[in-house]
């Protein structure tokens, strides 16, 4: 097996809506290692993300952060290691702006 380590996402998602920052590909495993979060605007708002197995929807089970508030003009990273098959995806959600970005780190393994 081939692992690939890298840059698995980034994205300044729709406000209020969550979003797919990025998803296992079928037959693949992957292991996040630091998910960041940057507050862009300069007031506190608050972020979600959220880990879900196999494409099935979200439900309160499947956060690993929620309502979270970030500073504005702050930066937060989460080293926290989740493992991931095909087809589970992490998920990201901003209150209100598009003024917080999202980068997932860690490696993909084939």
Not at 24 to 41: K, P
Not at 80 to 101: K, M
Request: charged fraction near 10%.
């Amino acid at each position: 097996m081939a692992t690939y380590f890298k840059i698995l996402g980034q994205v300044a998602p729709t406000p209020s809506v969550a979003n797919t920052i990025y998803q296992v590909a079928s037959g693949r495993q992957a292991v996040i290692s630091t998910i960041n979060i940057c507050n862009l605007d300069s007031i506190t708002r608050t972020f979600r993300i959220a880990a879900v197995a196999n494409g099935a929807s979200i439900t309160a089970n499947n956060y690993l952060a929620y309502e979270t508030p970030i500073q504005g003009s702050d930066s937060v990273a989460m080293s926290i290691g989740v493992t991931l098959q095909g087809n589970d995806y992490i998920s990201v959600f901003a209150n209100s702006t598009s003024n917080v970005a999202f980068s997932v780190f860690g490696s993909e393994i084939y």
